[in-house]
């Protein structure tokens, strides 16, 4: 099978443009939906893989088989497994709230009842959240991954789950409008998936720092790379983005070359103690900043 033509299928909607980001070393075949893959480590073994995420021992054979592996008790480190997700023991994960700042609510989908978000709630799988004018909200996710979603901004948590014991973790975002920065696994956990989507862009990363940001007509999406590269697809053409650059991917519009971003601007620290707010700190001008 071709995942990129599930990707098509599923995220091309109305000539939408579909952006596929990943870090180099992730193959495609993780993306597929309806499986995902475990990095064998020094000393795992079938039957005790099979033990740990599959929901029956009766697997283990079948994963033999589909994995192609010839001695279940000897598994070279490093060998990707395929892991159907209907033979995968899953377990809701969640989302905590690290932080908030000003007005953000949260809404149930299921029961569409709407709150003002507290620090320390986990939110769950189906939720979605609003920020407000100058208000911002910071979560952690159960592999470690952090997402700061800034003011105006819509993002619903389509999927959050766990596997096994809750050492593997597969996240899906989808951001409607605003902006949001990420730090994604960066205990760098095997086999966690972590993808965020705007109406123009997928991104799906692995152990990276990124910034991602959709107009609210859904016309374009702008992905930055503050920390690891991707490789972006779309419709056939491949950029590859490394950290320090960026890209701004437009529905009907090839992808265009990355862009490098600018230097982070200088920060004058003050010579004395400050105790009072307000606290004003000087930044220098940036070339090429508005």
Same mark, same amino acid.
């Given at each position: 099978?071709?995942?990129?033509?599930?990707?098509?299928?599923?995220?091309?909607?109305?000539?939408?443009?579909?952006?596929?980001?990943?870090?180099?070393?992730?193959?495609?075949?993780?993306?597929?939906?309806?499986?995902?893959?475990?990095?064998?480590?020094?000393?795992?073994?079938?039957?005790?893989?099979?033990?740990?995420?599959?929901?029956?021992?009766?697997?283990?054979?079948?994963?033999?088989?589909?994995?192609?592996?010839?001695?279940?008790?000897?598994?070279?480190?490093?060998?990707?497994?395929?892991?159907?997700?209907?033979?995968?023991?899953?377990?809701?994960?969640?989302?905590?709230?690290?932080?908030?700042?000003?007005?953000?609510?949260?809404?149930?989908?299921?029961?569409?009842?709407?709150?003002?978000?507290?620090?320390?709630?986990?939110?769950?799988?189906?939720?979605?959240?609003?920020?407000?004018?100058?208000?911002?909200?910071?979560?952690?996710?159960?592999?470690?991954?952090?997402?700061?979603?800034?003011?105006?901004?819509?993002?619903?948590?389509?999927?959050?789950?766990?596997?096994?014991?809750?050492? #593997?973790?597969? *996240?899906?975002? +989808? $951001?409607?409008?605003?902006?949001?920065? @990420? &730090?994604?696994?960066? %205990?760098?956990?095997? !086999?966690?998936?972590?993808?965020?989507?705007?109406?123009?862009?997928?991104?799906? #990363?692995?152990? *990276?720092?990124? +910034? $991602?940001?959709?107009?609210?007509?859904? @016309? &374009?999406?702008?992905? %930055?790379?503050?920390? !690891?590269?991707?490789?972006?697809?779309?419709?056939?053409?491949?950029?590859?983005?490394?950290?320090?650059?960026?890209?701004?991917?437009?529905?009907?519009?090839?992808?265009?070359?990355?862009?490098?971003?600018?230097?982070?601007?200088?920060?004058?620290?003050?010579?004395?103690?400050?105790?009072?707010?307000?606290?004003?700190?000087?930044?220098?001008?940036?070339?090429?900043?508005?």
């Amino acid at each position: 099978h071709n995942p990129m033509e599930r990707y098509k299928k599923i995220y091309r909607r109305g000539g939408s443009v579909l952006l596929i980001a990943l870090l180099l070393t992730l193959p495609l075949s993780d993306s597929v939906a309806d499986e995902w893959v475990y990095r064998v480590r020094a000393g795992d073994n079938l039957w005790d893989l099979t033990e740990k995420y599959m929901l029956s021992m009766r697997y283990w054979r079948r994963l033999q088989k589909l994995n192609a592996i010839d001695n279940p008790r000897r598994i070279p480190p490093g060998t990707r497994l395929r892991m159907p997700l209907t033979w995968s023991k899953i377990n809701p994960a969640g989302a905590r709230v690290v932080d908030v700042q000003g007005q953000v609510q949260v809404t149930d989908a299921r029961s569409g009842d709407s709150r003002q978000l507290e620090s320390g709630e986990v939110l769950k799988e189906s939720d979605l959240l609003a920020t407000g004018a100058d208000s911002n909200v910071l979560l952690e996710f159960d592999d470690g991954s952090r997402l700061l979603l800034t003011e105006d901004s819509r993002l619903a948590l389509d999927k959050v789950q766990a596997y096994g014991d809750g050492d #593997v973790t597969d *996240t899906r975002l +989808r $951001m409607d409008s605003g902006r949001s920065e @990420s &730090a994604v696994n960066p %205990e760098e956990k095997r !086999g966690s998936r972590f993808e965020m989507s705007t109406p123009s862009a997928l991104t799906a #990363v692995r152990g *990276t720092g990124f +910034r $991602m940001g959709g107009d609210k007509d859904g @016309s &374009a999406s702008r992905i %930055e790379v503050l920390q !690891g590269r991707v490789q972006v697809d779309s419709a056939g053409a491949v950029r590859n983005l490394a950290d320090g650059f960026g890209l701004l991917a437009q529905q009907g519009k090839p992808l265009p070359k990355p862009v490098k971003l600018l230097p982070p601007p200088s920060l004058q620290a003050p010579r004395a103690l400050i105790e009072e707010n307000p606290i004003q700190l000087q930044l220098d001008a940036l070339s090429g900043a508005s």
